[in-house]
Nanobody, 126 residues
């Protein structure tokens, strides 16, 4: 069974930081392009950052560029999202998604994952 489990979410004050983890089970992460996405209530899903299979190519949405950093450890079957300088508008459910053949830009811009995790809630509020 292909499964992602996200963790690391929570409540944080503006300008704070969180590090999200996305652990894969039932498959080898190295065969997939991976992305982090989020969805806030009443809004469409947004692709935030995507990383190629061997980390050579990265994509960041303008909304998070300079604040978020994606990385992956294929040996640990895990992808990370370091989030700094968090803003109230970053409040959403964050989840990871995977695609075997997509490019990082297509995966993020078109949100074309083949499967995804359940997500973890991130709340930024003073």
């Amino acid at each position: 069974q292909l499964q992602f489990v996200e963790s690391g979410g929570g409540s944080v004050q503006p300008l704070g930081s969180l590090r999200l983890s996305c652990a894969a089970s039932g498959f080898d992460l190295e065969h997939y392009v991976i992305g982090w996405f989020r969805q806030a209530p009443g809004k469409e899903p947004e692709g935030l950052s995507c990383i190629s299979k061997r980390s050579f190519n990265l994509y960041y949405a303008d909304s998070v560029k300079g604040r978020f950093t994606i990385s992956r450890d294929n040996a640990k079957n895990t992808v990370y999202l370091q989030m700094n300088d968090l803003k109230p508008e970053d409040t959403a459910i964050y989840y990871c998604g995977a695609n075997t053949y997509s490019t990082v830009q297509r995966l993020c811009v078109q949100v074309e994952y083949e499967f995804r995790g359940q997500g973890t809630q991130v709340t930024v509020s003073s």
